[in-house]
């Protein structure tokens, strides 16, 4: 019989499962199966992980006698025995890897939407020829069938409340170990008499990757009033555990009213002690992690700004001391309506408890010291996809596995807890600038591309949002599966359309009203990778970090900043000086780079004004806020800046405060 909603207490998940108010089909198949093993403890998941029963693995970093590998793997008809993934005992963890080298990063056409609500994306009748339901229940009836660990969390902040739940087989345990520090867990003993699923349910079933989809990464959204069930055919955790609990928040957001932003965010001290908050969202690779990082130095201590990728030229600044850090959030942030005050600034908390960090950057020991030590020493065992490892040895940040001989993975993960981040800003924090970050190819008179962004451009609001519904996925991404096109892609409104089962216009809407709401809260725009013919990596966002953390709540003066040539680019710092050194002004004005000049930078304007024209175009339809349908049109009129100022006029510059 059902408890009660109100009824007070908790109980023990894994023997009372039947007694809470869980969708039907969930508990036909929780009594159908064989097993059903809910953990208490993280510890318990890891040695599941490895196939063992819960206290068996000495999980102390000094055990090097330990060289535990397990398959994860799963008799498929036709095909027979298949290891979806290979888990091997580390000193510091497990590490993960998997033999189909398509497996080990997101495929950006992972998404299906096995419902008939409204939506954008494509549906699983339009891919396959046929509804989802008859899948549906052969995955339901196959996991009916299977040892399986269940595994109750909330979605978001735990204070939120959005019951979740996930169903997946004992021998892929290791995705539990990963959700559950991504996403927390409730531990078996502790689970509300009250809990419900609002948030979703992830089921994992990876043969029908095989039987169904021709070896490929598909995850199913089947979206009710309610909750969203996410049905996951592979065990890459990325579009599933990670990208699928962020869809499930998007639902809840657009039956809310308020959106996740995906986005780093981090507090930035300066040496005199003032504090800037700095939210930066982009497409995946496009630097949130990196944003939390400490700046990156030269052996001498300098920070090189960038190499220029013809002449092979350095420039180099000194930077004494460089700002503290205390990190918000790494890739989602709620902007949850309980969160916002009256500052007139945007609010936000982590939407996780872990985060998914992306370490391809580190190719040899020392490039992030405070990382590499977290990693190689952590405090718990860590969990750690597409490593080299050798059973019991340590598990290092730096060695990755290759797709090939000779091709490294481009994206070596590590799901570091936030617990053991120094020094976290924790709880709601107030946004007072929000940066955009896109990944850009070296552009000059032989290769003529967009790369013609400065180190740093000041948006007006509009344009911020403008710049968010089209959100480029940029150059030589590495988070996702390569596209065979050449053209400049997109990752779509607010850089997490491919994470949202609806339609684009609703996520449209809700992050204009988001820029409307909070006039307080600055907009700017950061290149990686290079500046025009500079390769410079993250190191732009790095400076831009350091800048506009001394500048603190100081607006620019409009005497201060000029008009980039091309108007998508808003406004460019007339000079940027940093502890006394002023920045090269070869990295903001590039239409004055000798190895490009003016010809090279219109032909990169011109990509950046069809790759807009093109990607815009879809927004303009019947259920877009008069003022987006403005806005819009006004950019595809070829708008000037003064233009966008108009259309949303929060005050930009000092002397439009009074």
């Known amino acids: 019989m059902a408890v009660a909603a109100f009824a007070p207490g908790v109980l023990d998940f894994q023997s009372c499962w039947a007694d809470l108010e869980l969708p039907a089909h969930v508990h036909q198949v929780l009594s159908a199966a064989p097993l059903v093993q809910t953990p208490e403890t993280r510890t318990q998941l890891l040695d599941w992980a490895l196939g063992r029963t819960s206290g068996e693995t000495d999980w102390t970093l000094g055990n090097r006698d330990d060289h535990g ?6 008799q498929t008809p036709g095909l027979g025995r298949i290891a979806e993934a290979v888990i091997t005992k580390a000193r510091n963890g497990l590490a993960i890897n998997f033999p189909d080298p398509a ?26 020829g046929e509804p989802f339901d008859q899948t549906r229940q052969q995955t339901l009836d196959w996991l009916k069938t299977q040892e399986l660990v269940a595994m109750p969390f909330y979605a978001g902040e735990d204070k939120l409340g959005y019951g979740s739940l996930l169903i997946v087989p004992r021998q892929a345990a290791f995705f539990a170990a990963a959700l559950a520090d991504l996403q927390g867990m409730i531990p078996r003993s502790q689970v509300p008499t009250h809990f419900r699923i609002t948030g979703g349910v992830l089921f994992v079933a990876p043969p029908f990757r095989h039987t169904h989809f021709a070896g490929r990464q598909v995850v199913v959204h089947d979206r009710a009033a309610t909750h969203q069930e996410v049905f996951a055919y592979n065990l890459y955790p990325g579009p599933s555990a990670k990208k699928g609990v962020y869809s499930m928040l998007l639902d809840i957001g657009e039956r809310e009213g308020w959106t996740t932003n995906h986005c780093a965010a981090v507090a930035v001290i300066t040496p005199y002690e003032n504090q800037l908050i700095l939210m930066h969202e982009g497409a995946s690779g496009g630097g949130k992690s990196e944003m939390t990082e400490p700046v990156h130095r030269m052996e001498d201590g300098r920070l090189l700004i960038g190499r220029n990728v013809l002449t092979k030229e350095e420039r180099t600044l000194n930077l004494p001391e460089a700002c503290h850090l205390r990190p918000i959030a790494d890739d989602m ?3 949850h309506p309980s969160y916002q005050g009256r500052s007139g ?49 340590t598990c290092l940040t730096w060695e990755h596995v290759e797709d090939a ?28 600038v929000r940066s955009f970050g ?54 779509g409104v607010g850089s997490y359309w491919a994470f949202a089962t609806g339609r684009r216009v609703d996520q449209a809407n809700l992050l204009l009203r988001q820029i409307i709401d909070t006039p307080e809260t600055r907009h700017v725009l950061i290149p990686n990778q290079h500046i025009g013919a500079w390769k410079v990596g993250f190191m732009a966002e790095w400076i831009a970090r350091e800048y506009l953390a001394r500048r603190g709540s100081a607006k620019f003066g409009r005497e201060q900043v000029d008009e980039a040539p091309c108007a998508l680019l808003g406004y460019i710092p007339s000079q940027l000086k940093v502890e006394g050194s002023i920045i090269p002004r070869v990295f903001f004005r590039v239409e004055e780079q000798i190895q490009g000049g003016p010809d090279v930078y219109q032909e990169g304007a011109r990509q950046w004004r069809e790759f807009f024209a093109k990607e815009l175009q879809q927004f303009l339809v019947p259920h877009l806020d008069p003022l987006g349908r403005t806005i819009i049109e006004a950019c595809l009129d070829n708008a ?18 009074h």
């Open 69 to 74: 590998v397990y398959e994860a793997v799963f």
């Open 103 to 128: 497996m080990r990063r997101r495929d950006p056409d992972a998404m299906v939407i096995g419902d008939s609500l409204p939506t954008d994306k494509p549906t699983y009748t339009e891919r396959f």
């Open 333 to 335: 942030a709620c902007a």
């Open 345 to 393: 600034r945007l609010t936000i908390a982590d939407a996780e408890n872990a985060w998914f960090v992306r370490v391809d950057h580190i190719h040899a020991y020392g490039t992030a010291p405070n990382l590499e030590r977290l990693c190689i020493d952590p405090p718990e065992p860590l969990v750690f996809l597409n490593h080299y490892i050798v059973p019991g040895g």
């Open 405 to 432: 001989p000779g091709k490294v993975c481009p994206n070596p993960r590590v799901i570091l807890p936030r617990r053991m981040i120094t020094d976290i800003a924790a709880g709601p924090r107030n946004v007072d």
């Open 438 to 491: 896109v990944r850009c190819p070296a552009t000059h008179k032989d290769a003529r591309l967009y790369g013609i962004l400065g180190l740093m451009h000041v948006l007006s609001p509009a344009l911020a949002w403008l710049w968010r519904l089209v959100a480029p996925r940029g150059h030589a991404n590495p988070s996702i599966q390569a596209s065979k096109s050449k053209e400049m892609q997109s990752e």
């Open 640 to 657: 000037t800046n003064d233009d966008y100022r108009r259309l949303i006029p929060h005050p930009m510059f000092r002397d439009e405060d």
